[in-house]
DNA sequence: ATGTGGGAG
DNA sequence: GGTTCTCCCACAT
């Protein structure tokens, strides 16, 4: 069966920030980052730090399974995501400050892809292939001074499959292999960035795809990052580094084939006997008559995406052309949920429904309204929602539980979203009554006829069918960099802190190191021609600051936190 | 346009 | 699978 052909002209990374609810807690109280740390939501732990699991705590535990386990363990509350968005917005924006095209792409709250194509091919058509080991990575097109040194004959950080840190033999630089190379020196500037200047470490995967840069990046974690090495295609007897990395994957793991397609897959191969067994990609890859025809047959049906067939077979051979996707300016839905151990009453229910709308009003102003700047408190609404939708999951009855009965459902009912939702005069509790009464009841009366008997678990606000409004400004793609690093020293300056018996800290810029490496002190470079002779102070950054009195790199969303943190007593 | 299902973190 | 609280896409109607 022939394989898909795939495309690697374009250089893809993944970041993945380390246990990032955890991490946003302890940017915030850096004390935290030595104790075993935990988030919680409802009755479990959503995310621990990794001290947390040296102990043996994980994600998705039952908090008394972690207390019984780790006594001593520090539980915060995570059930309120606006500090892990504001921080996922902060993280994003800067990474993309540096991507030239501006093509990132969000994956959740911690994830990202990078198409540094652009960079990269700019960055090997300067190489010097005379000198290699004293190249120089240009960060900013316009400013060719703006950049760091690096060694060009080694890859940074780790490679699947593991080498020793022998000096590379490929000098061509328009190989696949020092695309990767020259890659890899950018991907840990980037993640020794944002680890000194922001706080957060993360972990980093390189390769030619969205599928092998995330899959690579989980080889190497915490805070680690691999690069997947040529060759990419089987040449004589040996396979490509591509098959031999996908072939040990459990299908489970691979990005695309979730519960569902590998349930199906399983059974397939298994026939009716052994259940437990672990398949793996070179399972079902090398199955007789395996093809696109056969996997459509298995995974097609109604309901099941048109080409499944030839898609999984794709993936299957670590194929997926699939484009990193620009960030959008608006969502294409705004939704809060909040989950029950027992809502049965009609009045509950009324009054979970104005909680609920309550913080969807606050996150539709957040993230619909555009201010300009500060001094306006009012700006424009870059979308109107169109649809409002109510989801519920009714809880299933106690006594089933075994054979394959269906579960796991919600169902929703949606209409018309009211336009009074968009008036700026009225408050937010009123606006917040008068939507339940005027829609979400009666949708809650759709939902569920019947005025007793049911039996909530989980009830879901949302708005959806995005209508954007006028003035779609392009996104400036290519970001000043050196004007960045002018933003950060500026804020360094103005942030002063309100203890009136603080001792007053002169604080100096940091600088994004050059050459150095996550885990090691960033090094305190002298000024470089182009990086900080700004002349006018921008209003904005989107950086980071020294915490004047600890020291610590502090994100913006964290410094009141953080201040909090020092004025608290002990 | 509305509702469901599956995927992701 | 389900625990949490989301967001996105595709399909079917």
């Given at each position: 069966m022939a394989v898909p052909p795939r495309n690697d002209g374009r250089v893809i990374l993944h970041l993945d920030y380390d246990c990032f609810y955890a991490s946003v807690f302890e940017v915030e109280q850096?004390?935290?980052?030595s104790l075993p740390l935990a988030v919680q939501q409802k009755q479990i732990v959503v995310t621990c730090n990794y001290e947390a699991r040296r102990r043996g705590l994980h994600k998705l535990q039952l908090i008394k399974d972690a207390k019984r386990i780790c006594p001593d363990v520090v539980i915060v509350l995570g059930e309120d995501l606006t500090k892990f968005r504001n921080a996922s917005k902060e993280l994003y924006l800067i990474v993309r400050s540096f991507i030239w095209g501006g093509r990132v792409e969000k994956l959740g709250f911690d994830e990202l892809f990078l198409d540094v194509t652009e960079m990269i091919d700019y960055n090997t058509g300067v190489l010097n292939p005379n000198d290699l080991s004293n190249s120089f990575f240009v960060l900013d097109r316009k400013d060719p001074t703006v950049g760091f040194a690096y060694d060009a004959t080694r890859y940074q950080g780790l490679t699947f499959p593991a080498t020793e840190a022998a000096p590379i033999a490929?000098?061509?630089?328009?190989?696949l292999e020092m695309r990767l190379l020259v890659a890899s020196h950018f991907q840990w500037f980037l993640r020794s960035h944002m680890e000194h200047e922001i706080g957060f470490t993360a972990t980093g995967g390189i390769s030619t795809s969205k599928l092998l840069a995330k899959l690579v990046g989980n080889v190497h974690k915490p805070n680690g990052q691999t690069t997947l090495l040529p060759p990419y295609t089987a040449a004589g007897d040996n396979p490509s580094n591509v098959t031999h990395f996908m072939d040990d994957h459990e299908i489970r793991k691979i990005p695309g084939i979730g519960s569902r397609v590998a349930e199906r897959l399983k059974a397939h191969i298994s026939g009716a006997e052994s259940v437990d067994e672990k398949i793996t990609v070179r399972d079902i890859r090398q199955l007789p008559g395996m093809g696109p025809p056969l996997l459509e047959k298995i995974l097609g049906g109604p309901g099941s995406a048109k080409g499944v067939g030839t898609r999984m077979w794709s993936i299957l051979h670590g194929v997926d052309n699939t484009d990193v996707l620009e960030g959008r300016d608006v969502p294409t839905q705004i939704s809060i949920e909040d989950s029950y151990g027992r809502l049965d009453t009609l009045e509950s229910v009324r009054r979970e429904l104005v909680t609920l709308s309550r913080s969807l009003i606050r996150r539709i102003r957040t993230d619909l309204l555009e201010r300009s700047d500060e001094s306006t408190p009012q700006g424009r609404w870059l979308a109107h929602p169109r649809t409002l939708r109510l989801s519920t999951r009714p809880r299933p009855p106690p006594d089933m539980d075994t054979?394959?009965?269906?579960?796991?459902n919600r169902i929703s009912r949606s209409a018309p979203l009211p336009s009074f939702m968009f008036s700026l005069d009225e408050n937010i509790d009123a606006l917040a009554e008068r939507l339940v009464k005027e829609s979400l009841l009666i949708m809650f009366r759709k939902l569920h006829p019947e005025k007793a008997g049911w039996n909530l678990s989980l009830m879901n606000v949302a708005v959806t069918n995005m209508v954007e409004t006028a003035g779609d400004q392009k996104q400036s793609s290519g970001r000043d960099i050196s004007k960045m690093f002018r933003q950060q020293e500026t804020v360094l300056k103005d942030w002063t802190v309100q203890e009136p018996e603080s001792p007053s800290v002169s604080v100096q810029a940091s600088r994004a190191p050059i050459g150095g490496s996550p885990g090691t002190e960033p090094q305190s470079a002298e000024a470089e021609d182009g990086w900080d002779d700004g002349d006018e102070d921008e209003p904005l950054a989107s950086s980071g600051v020294l915490c004047p009195i600890c020291g610590a790199c502090i994100p913006h969303f964290a410094q009141v936190a953080h201040e909090t943190y020092h004025s608290a007593p002990e």
């Open positions: 850096p004390a935290l980052r490929q000098k061509d630089p328009f190989s054979t394959r009965a269906y579960n796991f």
